[in-house]
């Protein structure tokens, strides 16, 4: 299967990508074998992929990389690079390659020491591989000082290193940097396609991917993940009837709590998974005494404090990323009772609660569905800007109320 089985709905995009790594395997070609590059070329040394969440970006990125170290033997029959099945994808699609390093972050931001140990990766010839490949996942996580780190590295690049930045707007990246990047923009994918894909690669039975398709309205992840979670369709469900209990103050506060204390629990969970075994294997790796509460070494107190530090952060990001995706339904909520009150054809999202939004549809009007709408997106708005989150939801749903 090509690698490119794995882009939905983003035909445009892997036409453009499968024509530079054509060029690409022709470019290292004409090196090992001392003969003349090709005069013009599609490749080039830094890539930004931008689009909405769920569009793809990332699985873009893996793509192009493990077409870029493609090994098939086809390839001189004249078979495209990445074929899927070769070493060089294989191995790059599940993130073991030696020459390509996938950075993705679960922290608020990445740092300059980070950018600064990726710039020194870059620097190295490919080990085993065609390229040496730096996949940055989350680009728009960036501070200010490590993209300046980083520019240096898009600006002056090893002669067969190839960065990959992925984030959801042009905006988000520092325009020193995409500048210096050649851009490609997805869209989010077709409903139908998704489900398709689920149907196809997930075994998932087709009503039920068609309904989580059309509920997260394209994102693949989110999709996939509501079609065979039973908990994710349950906190989905609870979300939705929000705009059903906030007929007074009380409500407000009450379903404003709600919402803070799951994401909370989700943060709680991840912890529990991840944070205790990361603990126990740096504790182990620093020489501590036996058991959880075995003594520790002298002058490591301070790696334990970093770890915890880091954690910390991680579980900051988690409760924000799951209140950022109770937000988003609830705003596909809303956009499905604006269509509703416009008559609009649009296809509406949540059918399975259309008695619901029915209801909301008559209670008020679109200028009021707006102004709901508007509240949901200056909660994101301080929920960005560190705003305590209990104070950001109950204003939210106290702005709901009132619409």
């Known amino acids: 299967m090509p690698v490119w089985d794995d882009l939905v709905g983003q035909e445009r995009v892997q036409t453009q990508l499968a024509a530079a ?21 599609k490749m080039t040394h830094a890539w930004l992929f931008t689009g909405p969440p769920g569009s793809g970006r990332s699985t873009a990125a893996r793509a192009f990389a493990a077409a870029l170290q493609c090994t098939s033997p086809d390839r001189a029959l004249g078979a495209e690079p990445g074929c899927g099945f070769c070493d060089g994808c294989h191995t790059t699609l599940v993130g073991t390659h030696a020459d390509v390093e996938i950075v993705r972050t679960d922290l608020l931001s990445i740092g300059v020491k980070e950018t600064r140990d990726l710039v020194r990766r870059a620097q190295l010839s490919p080990a085993v591989g065609r390229w040496q490949v730096i996949v940055l996942e989350d680009a728009d996580r960036l501070t200010e000082g ?22 959801p707007s042009l905006e988000d990246v520092l325009p020193t940097i995409r500048s210096r990047c ?40 989110r999709a996939r993940r509501l079609a065979t979670d039973e908990a994710a369709r349950s906190r989905r469900a ?16 009450k379903a404003a709590q709600e919402l803070v204390d799951a994401a909370a629990e989700d943060a ?15 504790r182990a790796a620093l020489g501590a005494a036996a058991g959880t509460g075995g003594r520790m070494p002298r002058g490591t107190a301070g790696v334990m404090k970093e770890l915890e530090d880091r954690q910390k952060r991680r579980r900051t990001r988690t409760q924000r990323d799951s209140l950022d995706l109770a ?10 009772v604006l269509a509703l009150q416009l008559g609009s054809s649009v296809a509406i999202a949540n059918e399975e609660i259309r008695p619901d939004l029915d209801r909301i549809a008559r209670a008020s009007g679109p200028e009021r569905t707006l102004r709901r709408i508007e509240a949901i997106i200056a909660c994101r708005d301080a929920l960005d800007r560190n705003v305590a989150p209990l104070l950001a939801v109950e204003a939210m749903t106290m702005s709901l109320r009132a619409g």
């Open 146 to 167: 490590a993209g300046n780190v980083l520019l240096k590295a898009v600006e002056e690049p090893a002669p067969r290193t190839v960065w990959l930045l992925c984030a």
């Open 21 to 41: 790594a054509r060029d690409a395997d022709a470019l290292v070609t004409a090196v090992s074998d001392g003969t003349p590059p090709p005069a013009a070329s």
């Open 238 to 253: 609870t979300v939705l009837k929000l705009p059903l209990r906030i007929d007074d103050v009380g409500g407000c506060l």
């Open 327 to 336: 937000l988003t339904d609830l705003t596909g909520f809303y956009r499905d």
């Open 182 to 221: 050649r851009h490609l923009t997805l869209r989010t994918p077709p409903v139908e396609a998704v489900a398709e894909v689920l149907v196809r690669r997930d075994g998932i039975e087709p009503a039920v991917a068609a309904v989580a398709a059309r509920a997260t309205q394209g994102h693949i992840g």
């Open 268 to 282: 709680k969970q991840v912890a529990e998974e991840v944070d205790t075994k990361e603990t126990e294997e740096l």
